[in-house]
């Protein structure tokens, strides 16, 4: 199986800066899409921001210059970098990869358990 493993919510205030790092781990050949969705309360899941494995990258409107998205590869890690934080950024953060298993032809969506970011003074 696969495990997807968050760290880095927390408290900040409005225009501060957070990261949030998140490791995939098990029986993995290849991960295709990493990416980070949210769920703020009240709302449906949107999805932040997702990057490919060569690094392509795409952002929802609403986090575009102020989020970053990276990955190493190496590692199964992935990473958002979030700076100018809004209170309407409050949400619990979700990682998400694309993962095709070893001995598997296919790619399965795998979740993290969430981790829970707000932003207020």
């Known amino acids: 199986q696969v495990q997807l493993e968050e760290s880095g919510g927390g408290l900040v205030q409005p225009g501060g800066s957070l990261g949030l790092s998140c490791v995939a781990s098990g029986s993995i050949f290849s991960i295709h899409v990493m990416g980070w969705y949210r769920r703020a309360p009240g709302k449906l899941r949107e999805q932040v921001a997702i990057?490919?494995?060569?690094?392509?990258?795409t952002y929802a409107a609403s986090v575009k210059d102020r989020f970053t998205i990276s990955r190493d590869n190496a590692k199964n890690t992935v990473y958002l970098q979030m700076n100018s934080l809004k209170p309407e950024d409050t949400a619990v953060y979700y990682c998400?990869?694309?993962?095709?298993?070893?001995?598997?032809?296919?790619?399965?969506?795998?979740w993290g358990q969430g981790t829970q970011v707000t932003v207020s003074s």
């Open positions: 990057i490919n494995h060569e690094g392509l990258t």
């Open positions: 998400n990869a694309k993962v095709q298993r070893v001995g598997v032809s296919i790619r399965y969506d795998y």
